[in-house]
């Protein structure tokens, strides 16, 4: 039996966030706006990963993987992969740029400056 070649291609990715397939099961939605979406799919859209380059040419991949065998109630696990040593536990509801900050994700959208006040 011939042994092929081991092949290699490039990304763009600068992060892999991972979330919990169980968890998301067993919480059934929880995230987002109305509260209707998974994790997976509500930091998906928080990030606009539908729009643009996607797959490998797309700067962030948020996907689903089996059980991390933490399995905290009302909350996923997530993790960025380029952070192994820190699981996250996202409870039903989190705030989506909380959850963003604690993965030390960047999105690079341009972010409002604060509005100062004004003596008058």
């Given at each position: ?38 994790l997976k799919k509500a930091l998906r859209k928080y990030f ?27 909350a996923v696990i997530a993790v960025n992969a380029a952070r192994?040593k820190q699981l996250l536990i996202v409870p039903a509801g ?27």
């Amino acid at each position: 039996m011939a042994v092929k070649d081991l092949k290699s291609t490039g990304t763009e990715w600068r992060d892999v966030v991972l979330v919990c397939r169980k968890c998301s099961k067993k919480l059934d939605g929880g995230f987002g706006p109305g509260g209707d979406l998974t994790l997976k799919k509500a930091l998906r859209k928080y990030f606009h990963l539908k729009k643009g380059k996607k797959g490998r040419k797309g700067d962030l991949v948020v996907t689903g993987v089996d059980c991390f065998d933490v399995c905290p109630k009302g909350a996923v696990i997530a993790v960025n992969a380029a952070r192994p040593k820190q699981l996250l536990i996202v409870p039903a509801g989190a705030d989506l740029l909380e959850v963003k900050a604690r993965l030390g994700l960047q999105d690079h959208r341009r972010v409002r400056a604060p509005l100062d006040a004004v003596e008058g």
